[in-house]
């Protein structure tokens, strides 16, 4: 088995792919993390933190830029 996670999140549709490989530590201001956990609480079946954060990452990258939509 080559420790690969594949799968589709069902909230977004997005393709998840290696998510247990790579590890990163991020600091979050309360603010933040209270923006998430709101966010979470809209979705249905709600994620976990780290799964709201990683759809959340993908909602972002996957938007327009500002300076594209002017």
């Known amino acids: 088995m080559s420790g690969r ?3 589709q999140n069902s909230n977004t549709g997005f393709h998840i792919d290696e998510l247990a490989r790579i590890k990163k530590l991020v600091g979050l201001t309360e603010s ?3 923006a998430i ?4 609480a809209k979705q249905k079946p709600i994620p976990n933190v780290s799964d709201a954060i990683r759809q959340l990452i993908e909602i ?11």
């Open 32 to 34: 933040m993390l209270e």
């Open 60 to 70: 972002g990258l996957k938007a327009p830029r500002a300076k594209d939509r002017e």
């Open 5 to 7: 996670i594949s799968g």
């Open 37 to 40: 956990d709101k966010w979470r």
